[in-house]
């Protein structure tokens, strides 16, 4: 007896547990119900502002619905962790170069860990870590542990980075969370704009004032460049290559200056223009060759020291309406990077239609900022974000202010995106993305459409195949069913899991699993009947006697959704999480729950033999 | 009502052709396995897919003639049954790139029919590689873990038998992708993860109706002679076969329904558990008990079987 009272209380409990965790949604989906039903917009407002409070709250504590669902963005980001490893060495030289060129390919092919890659790379050639990173006295073992904390913390400070960036641009209810050493995942529900929030996320937001180079030094530059690759005849004629389809038919490849050679008395300046005053430029169809042309290492190697040729972020119009990009050479060592910046805002210059982004600096960057401009002035200081410049200004005095501006920006919009980049800091290293879904709402809800859909098919099925199959008894299973339901999605909104459509899925298998249990006592049952035994008692032996096969087949059922549960990336998750919770609830509600209703209805006399079907 | 009340099928007397059968279908499987392969959707290979939907019918080859001739390069394909077209195309990781590159040759050219981009997927090689790994480890630590729970719970030869049979299971699936991949424009039967998802609940769940065979030879067998173990088997077969089918019948049901209702996404899902619970409710009667039955009489060692109840 005592027994029996601490089922039905169970059952009380875990009933009301499931329709208290589930009130929120109840209420979030009626108030939402109500206020869509008020047409004039006023009236909407009011009761919007005067229920305020409930509505956030319900919609707070509501069952969660999957970014498939609802639309938006899922990314997998990496970050750079070569490149985090080459910012940290020092001594770099040539062999060290080819090798992290080796370690970054392997890494791009594999899973493996980068810091691996890089020591397995080091044995091969018979070096010590130690050449390059940290201290000299290091052994090997003491730079890899070394590294990878770095690169831990790099991943950290990525995601608060990262975060950062996104609270500001304002996405409700993201989710940002690491996966193993280099990844991060982000979900962004119900995004718009997935070009502006893609670009927000992978700039690394590396900001440098940088000294700009006397013009005549950018020409004398460009000049023996130019006779380097009249003497190695090697630069492709800019018809060549019309670049528009790169993107997709991944002809980037093919883009490598050295497959194309067309001997020509100024190679270089086919593609690079200058202009009597000194400054050079390069046209928007050949830029893409500049730019490669200008990672080669034998054109590195041709310029002054410490200094780099670099693009402009933004084309200046010419004369006759086509977009040029100005070259610059510039100081390889910045004079100050971003790190000292405290503050952005974006506004309208001084005219008031170009857009840009004032910026303040802290005291030691003011103090050094004021020292740089005293300096130089008359001479150019180039402000560059993620390797390509901005603006150059002629500074024309000394500012000892801390302030700066960052100019030659198209939009509001782009400035707004720069003020929130450079608010929330540099990334340590560059981040890509490597894995991207994104739903737009229409087909979300399209999916819920045949998530509900099915759901309630399965839900039919099933229960009057039970009825029809168990008469009588097939009701306690159909009860069972849907507290099970009720379970399933309480619990999922009770722990802030969000319900996906693979996820209904799950429960839509678990509908057809959860009957099992019942189905192997029915018929258990039965087979007590046809031998003989009083209907009180078969039912205990039904009961008795399935159990073990019951708990085999859920521990089995478990264990492999525990398993994909564990492996499993992103959607699986979900399904693997509600076939979970649906199997383990399954055991309560389809033994506990159905035996109550059984000892009920016996103790009424409400149950006959026939009540088996 | 009662379906298969108080059968008396001869099972064990069956076993070889019902060996016969499997090695003929998972022979035919793995001959397409090896020589057509499998169809890898986007999770594995990687790549990036575009899914375009339509507001009117339109013919999937005008589509594609559109693609081409603005140079975008990729495969088009049908997707679902409603004016839905899959493009899928290498991965790299400008997406907004492909997509307005779509979006603009479609909008150019066909401007009667108005599309919208509904989806995007783009996954990158090294996730690629990493989603297959952790399948495959999933899918081998779950046959682990049944082998050592199923051992635990009766015996190693119950439980070996019962996870060759799941083995089967999946086999024949898996060779079913591969003879049937590509062959229906409503469901490419893509290996992706989901089907993964569907191996490891077939795994999970094949296993349910042996157990219920088992434990009924289990509950007899007990102290019984070698020789009589044939009827044992039979007998135990036949009184749990209302249940087998039952169980495995009501799973088939919800299945059929996510087939018919949840849409493409899930449908090649729906389709490799569906044909899975249907071939594991055969392999628990016509290949995990007669193996276990050849075994023992191989073997003619007495069982000893943990956990049976006498009472």
Same mark, same amino acid.
């Given at each position: 007896?005592?027994?029996? =009272?601490?089922?039905?209380? %169970?059952?009380?409990?875990?009933?009301?547990?499931?329709?208290?965790?589930?009130?929120?949604? @109840?209420?979030?989906?009626?108030?939402?119900?109500?206020?869509?039903?008020?047409?004039?917009?006023?009236?909407?407002?009011?009761?919007?502002?005067?229920? =305020?409070?409930?509505?956030?709250?319900? =919609?707070?504590?509501?069952?969660?619905?999957?970014?498939?669902?609802?639309? +938006?963005?899922?990314?997998?980001?990496?970050?750079?962790?070569?490149?985090?490893?080459?910012?940290?060495? @020092?001594?770099?030289?040539?062999?060290?170069?080819?090798?992290?060129?080796?370690?970054?390919?392997?890494?791009?092919?594999?899973?493996?860990?980068?810091?691996?890659?890089?020591?397995?790379?080091?044995?091969?050639?018979?070096?010590?870590?130690?050449?390059?990173?940290?201290?000299?006295?290091?052994?090997?073992?003491?730079?890899?542990?070394?590294?990878?904390?770095?690169?831990? *913390?790099?991943?950290?400070?990525?995601?608060?980075?990262?975060?950062?960036? /996104?609270?500001?641009?304002?996405?409700?209810?993201?989710?940002?969370?690491?996966?193993?050493?280099?990844?991060?995942?982000?979900?962004?529900?119900?995004?718009?704009?997935?070009?502006?929030?893609?670009?927000?996320?992978?700039?690394?937001?590396?900001?440098?004032?940088?000294?700009?180079?006397?013009?005549?030094?950018?020409?004398?530059?460009? *000049?023996?460049?130019?006779?380097?690759?009249?003497?190695?005849?090697?630069?492709?004629?800019?018809?060549?290559?019309?670049?528009?389809?790169?993107?997709?038919? +991944?002809?980037?490849?093919?883009?490598?200056?050295?497959?194309?050679?067309?001997?020509?008395?100024?190679?270089?300046?086919?593609?690079?223009?200058?202009?009597?005053?000194?400054?050079?430029?390069?046209?928007?169809?050949?830029?893409?060759?500049?730019?490669?042309?200008?990672?080669?290492?034998?054109?590195?190697?041709?310029?002054?020291?410490?200094?780099?040729?670099?693009?402009?972020?933004?084309?200046?119009?010419?004369?006759?309406?086509?977009?040029?990009?100005?070259?610059? %050479?510039?100081?390889?060592?910045?004079?100050?990077?971003?790190?000292?910046?405290?503050?952005?805002?974006?506004?309208?210059?001084?005219?008031?239609?170009?857009?840009?982004?004032?910026?303040?600096?802290?005291?030691?960057?003011?103090?050094?900022?004021?020292?740089?401009?005293?300096?130089?002035?008359?001479?150019?200081?180039?402000?560059?974000? *993620?390797?390509?410049?901005?603006?150059?200004?002629?500074?024309?005095?000394?500012?000892?202010?801390?302030?700066?501006?960052?100019?030659?920006?198209?939009?509001?919009?782009?400035?707004?995106?720069?003020?929130?980049?450079?608010?929330?800091?540099?990334?340590?290293?560059?981040?890509?993305?490597?894995?991207?879904?994104?739903?737009?709402?229409?087909?979300?809800?399209?999916?819920?459409?045949?998530?509900?859909?099915?759901?309630?098919?399965?839900?039919?099925?099933?229960?009057?195949?039970?009825?029809?199959?168990?008469?009588?008894?097939?009701?306690?299973?159909?009860?069972?069913?849907? %507290?099970? /339901?009720?379970?399933?999605?309480?619990?999922?909104?009770?722990?802030?899991?969000?319900?996906?459509?693979?996820?209904?899925?799950?429960?839509?298998?678990?509908?057809?699993?959860?009957?099992?249990?019942?189905?192997?006592?029915?018929?258990?049952?039965?087979?007590?009947?046809?031998?003989?035994?009083?209907?009180?008692?078969?039912?205990?032996?039904?009961?008795?006697?399935?159990?073990?096969?019951?708990?085999?087949?859920?521990?089995?059922?478990?264990?492999?959704?525990?398993?994909?549960?564990?492996?499993?990336?992103?959607?699986?998750?979900?399904?693997?999480?509600?076939?979970?919770?649906?199997?383990?609830?399954?055991?309560?509600?389809?033994?506990?729950?159905?035996?109550?209703?059984?000892?009920?209805?016996?103790?009424?006399?409400?149950?006959?033999?026939?009540?088996?079907? | 009502?009662?379906?298969?009340?108080?059968?008396?099928?001869?099972?064990?007397?069956?076993?070889?052709?019902?060996?016969?059968?499997?090695?003929?279908?998972?022979?035919?499987?793995?001959?397409?396995?090896?020589?057509?392969?499998?169809?890898?959707?986007?999770?594995?290979?990687? !790549?990036?897919?575009?899914?375009?939907?339509?507001?009117?019918?339109?013919?999937?080859?005008?589509?594609?003639?559109?693609?081409?001739?603005? !140079?975008?390069?990729?495969?088009?394909?049908?997707?679902?049954?409603?004016?839905?077209?899959?493009?899928?195309?290498?991965?790299? !990781?400008?997406?907004?790139?492909?997509?307005?590159?779509?979006?603009?040759?479609?909008?150019?050219?066909?401007?009667?029919?108005?599309?919208?981009?509904?989806?995007?997927?783009?996954?990158?090689?090294?996730?690629?590689?990493?989603?297959?790994?952790?399948?495959?480890?999933?899918?081998?630590?779950?046959?682990?873990?049944?082998?050592?729970?199923? #051992?635990?719970?009766?015996?190693?030869?119950?439980?070996?038998?019962?996870?060759?049979?799941?083995?089967?299971?999946?086999?024949?699936?898996?060779?079913?992708?591969?003879?049937?991949? !590509?062959?229906?424009?409503?469901?490419?039967?893509?290996?992706?993860?989901?089907?993964?998802?569907?191996?490891?609940?077939?795994? #999970?769940?094949?296993?349910?109706?042996?157990?219920?065979?088992?434990?009924?030879?289990?509950?007899?067998?007990?102290?019984?002679?070698?020789?009589?173990?044939?009827?044992?088997?039979?007998?135990?077969?036949?009184?749990?076969?209302?249940?087998?089918?039952?169980?495995?019948?009501?799973?088939?049901?919800?299945?059929?329904?996510?087939?018919?209702?949840?849409?493409?996404?899930?449908?090649?899902?729906?389709?490799?558990?569906?044909?899975?619970?249907?071939? #594991?409710?055969?392999?628990?009667?016509?290949?995990?008990?007669?193996?276990?039955?050849?075994?023992?009489?191989?073997?003619?060692?007495?069982?000893?079987?943990?956990?049976?109840?006498?009472?």
């Amino acid at each position: 007896m005592k027994n029996k =009272r601490f089922n039905l209380l %169970l059952i009380a409990v875990v009933t009301l547990v499931a329709a208290w965790s589930l009130w929120p949604t @109840w209420r979030d989906y009626s108030l939402s119900n109500q206020l869509n039903s008020i047409k004039s917009a006023p009236d909407s407002l009011k009761y919007l502002l005067s229920n =305020r409070d409930e509505i956030e709250n319900a =919609r707070k504590k509501s069952l969660k619905l999957g970014l498939d669902l609802k639309g +938006g963005m899922h990314l997998v980001m990496e970050v750079d962790q070569v490149d985090l490893f080459e910012q940290k060495a @020092w001594n770099k030289d040539a062999k060290f170069t080819a090798i992290m060129k080796a370690v970054r390919e392997k890494a791009s092919q594999s899973d493996a860990k980068v810091i691996d890659l890089i020591s397995a790379e080091f044995k091969g050639e018979n070096m010590r870590l130690s050449r390059y990173f940290y201290d000299i006295r290091n052994s090997d073992q003491e730079i890899v542990a070394k590294l990878e904390k770095e690169s831990e *913390d790099a991943l950290n400070r990525a995601k608060e980075i990262i975060r950062n960036r /996104i609270d500001q641009y304002g996405v409700a209810e993201p989710v940002i969370t690491t996966q193993g050493s280099r990844k991060l995942i982000i979900e962004l529900p119900g995004v718009s704009d997935e070009n502006r929030v893609r670009n927000l996320l992978k700039g690394t937001a590396k900001l440098e004032f940088r000294l700009l180079r006397d013009p005549e030094i950018l020409v004398r530059t460009l *000049d023996r460049i130019n006779t380097y690759l009249v003497q190695n005849s090697g630069v492709p004629k800019t018809s060549l290559v019309a670049g528009n389809s790169v993107a997709v038919s +991944g002809k980037l490849k093919s883009l490598t200056p050295s497959v194309s050679m067309q001997t020509s008395a100024k190679p270089l300046y086919d593609l690079i223009g200058v202009f009597q005053n000194g400054s050079a430029y390069t046209t928007e169809h050949s830029k893409e060759l500049v730019v490669s042309l200008l990672h080669r290492s034998d054109i590195l190697a041709l310029l002054p020291q410490d200094t780099e040729l670099l693009l402009a972020a933004k084309p200046e119009i010419g004369k006759s309406g086509e977009k040029l990009y100005p070259i610059y %050479l510039v100081r390889k060592s910045p004079e100050l990077t971003g790190g000292v910046i405290t503050e952005a805002k974006a506004t309208f210059g001084s005219q008031g239609v170009q857009p840009e982004v004032l910026m303040a600096m802290n005291s030691e960057g003011t103090a050094k900022w004021a020292r740089i401009t005293g300096a130089n002035i008359g001479k150019r200081i180039a402000i560059v974000l *993620d390797g390509a410049v901005y603006s150059a200004p002629v500074v024309q005095s000394k500012i000892p202010s801390g302030n700066s501006v960052i100019n030659g920006i198209e939009s509001l919009e782009e400035a707004k995106d720069l003020e929130i980049v450079l608010k929330a800091g540099a990334l340590p290293a560059p981040v890509r993305i490597i894995e991207e879904r994104s739903v737009g709402p229409s087909l979300g809800a399209d999916y819920i459409r045949a998530g509900v859909l099915s759901l309630a098919w399965a839900f039919c099925a099933v229960s009057i195949f039970m009825l029809v199959y168990y008469k009588k008894a097939g009701i306690a299973a159909d009860i069972a069913l849907v %507290l099970n /339901i009720v379970i399933v999605l309480s619990v999922l909104a009770g722990f802030n899991a969000s319900l996906s459509l693979p996820g209904i899925a799950g429960i839509v298998l678990t509908i057809g699993m959860a009957v099992d249990a019942n189905v192997l006592i029915y018929e258990r049952i039965r087979e007590e009947l046809d031998g003989g035994k009083a209907l009180k008692s078969a039912i205990e032996l039904g009961y008795d006697r399935a159990f073990s096969s019951i708990l085999d087949s859920h521990v089995t059922t478990l264990s492999a959704a525990f398993l994909l549960y564990t492996y499993g990336i992103g959607p699986i998750q979900g399904f693997a999480l509600t076939l979970m919770i649906g199997t383990a609830a399954s055991l309560f509600t389809s033994i506990v729950v159905t035996k109550e209703i059984f000892s009920f209805l016996l103790g009424r006399n409400l149950m006959t033999q026939k009540s088996f079907g | 009502m009662r379906i298969f009340h108080k059968t008396s099928f001869d099972f064990i007397r069956f076993r070889k052709i019902a060996y016969v059968f499997s090695l003929v279908i998972l022979a035919s499987g793995l001959i397409s396995l090896a020589v057509k392969g499998l169809n890898y959707g986007i999770d594995f290979r990687g !790549g990036s897919e575009v899914l375009i939907r339509f507001e009117k019918n339109i013919d999937v080859s005008t589509v594609r003639t559109v693609l081409d001739a603005a !140079g975008v390069s990729g495969s088009l394909k049908q997707y679902g049954l409603d004016r839905s077209f899959l493009f899928s195309t290498v991965f790299n !990781g400008q997406t907004s790139d492909l997509k307005s590159l779509v979006s603009h040759a479609l909008n150019d050219r066909l401007k009667g029919n108005h599309h919208e981009i509904v989806r995007v997927d783009a996954v990158g090689p090294s996730i690629a590689s990493d989603l297959k790994w952790s399948a495959l480890k999933a899918l081998l630590a779950s046959l682990l873990a049944i082998l050592l729970y199923v #051992g635990f719970r009766f015996e190693l030869k119950f439980a070996t038998a019962g996870v060759i049979a799941i083995f089967h299971d999946i086999l024949t699936v898996l060779g079913l992708f591969s003879i049937l991949g !590509g062959l229906f424009d409503f469901m490419p039967l893509e290996m992706d993860q989901s089907i993964i998802a569907a191996f490891l609940t077939i795994a #999970g769940y094949s296993i349910t109706d042996t157990v219920v065979v088992y434990d009924r030879i289990r509950e007899r067998i007990r102290g019984q002679k070698q020789s009589d173990y044939e009827r044992i088997f039979n007998e135990s077969m036949n009184q749990t076969l209302s249940r087998t089918i039952i169980t495995s019948g009501t799973v088939l049901l919800s299945v059929l329904v996510l087939f018919i209702f949840a849409g493409p996404a899930i449908r090649g899902f729906a389709f490799a558990v569906f044909i899975g619970i249907l071939i #594991g409710t055969y392999s628990s009667i016509f290949v995990a008990a007669p193996l276990v039955y050849d075994w023992l009489r191989l073997a003619k060692s007495p069982v000893h079987l943990r956990g049976s109840k006498v009472s």
